[in-house]
């Protein structure tokens, strides 16, 4: 059965940084695409951010790019979100997914808050 | 830049259907598209995926009840006999090589 579970949310303040962790079992994590996406209280979904199977080709949303950082380490099987310069518009439930062999999002973890202020 | 159009609300009858429109943005009405249920409190569910074509793939333990269809830009969702447990955001996704987009969710409510 295919998990993700993230951890790391919390409160920060404006312009501090928090780490994300998105610990992934039940599949082969290395050779899967891996995505971020957020929800800010009462929103839908955002994307946030992406990373290929290796952690070769990342990608970011314009609104974060400069400011976080994905990445992932396929020993530990393990996806981050290293978030910095936070802002008040980052506060949202920060999902992370898995990218099936068609590209869509085909399993999400439960997700972790981020709150700043 | 891709564009997810969802109306942001519909509602129908318990045990009747509900068809569910994303439009694609123009120059984009051969994407593929993927569906996703947000029952409220929960984590988003990935339903299925939705070529142009209308052939459509679901995801494990999706339930018969859930169907897809295309026309043009328009890609559909159909839920048949709604049950209580229906009731959900869903949303649309669609994506290119450096970006990924979700259209704004449509809100069903069971009656």
């Known amino acids: 059965e295919v998990q993700l579970l993230e951890s790391g949310g919390g409160s920060g303040q404006p312009g501090g940084s928090l780490r994300l962790s998105c610990a992934a079992s039940?599949?082969?994590?290395?050779?899967?695409?891996m995505i971020w996406v957020r929800q800010a209280p009462g929103r839908g979904l955002e994307w946030v951010s992406s990373?290929?199977?290796?952690?070769?080709?990342?990608y970011y949303a314009d609104s974060v790019k400069g400011r976080f950082t994905i990445s992932r380490d396929n020993f530990k099987t393990t996806l981050y979100l290293q978030m910095n310069s936070l802002r008040a518009d980052d506060t949202a439930v920060y999902f992370c997914?898995?990218?099936?062999?068609?590209?869509?999002?085909?399993?999400w973890g439960q997700g972790t808050l981020v709150t700043v202020s | 830049q891709p564009v997810l159009t969802q109306s942001s609300s519909a509602s129908a009858s318990l045990g009747s259907s509900v068809k569910l429109t994303c439009t694609l943005s123009?120059?984009?009405?051969?994407?593929?598209i993927a569906w996703h249920q947000q029952q409220p409190g929960k984590a988003p569910r990935y339903l299925m995926n939705?070529?142009?074509?209308?052939?459509?793939n679901k995801g494990s333990g999706v339930s018969d009840r859930f169907s897809g269809s295309s026309s043009g830009a328009d890609r559909y969702l159909t839920i048949s006999n709604l049950q209580s447990e229906d009731e959900a955001d869903y949303y649309c996704?669609?994506?290119?090589?450096?970006?990924?987009?979700f259209g704004g969710g449509t809100k069903l409510t069971v009656l």
């Open positions: 997914a898995r990218l099936g062999r068609s590209s869509n999002s085909d399993h």
């Open positions: 039940g599949f082969t994590f290395n050779t899967y695409a």
């Open positions: 990373i290929d199977s290796s952690g070769a080709y990342t």
């Open positions: 123009s120059g984009r009405s051969t994407s593929i």
């Open positions: 939705l070529e142009s074509s209308g052939n459509y």
């Open positions: 996704e669609t994506w290119d090589t450096n970006t990924r987009l």
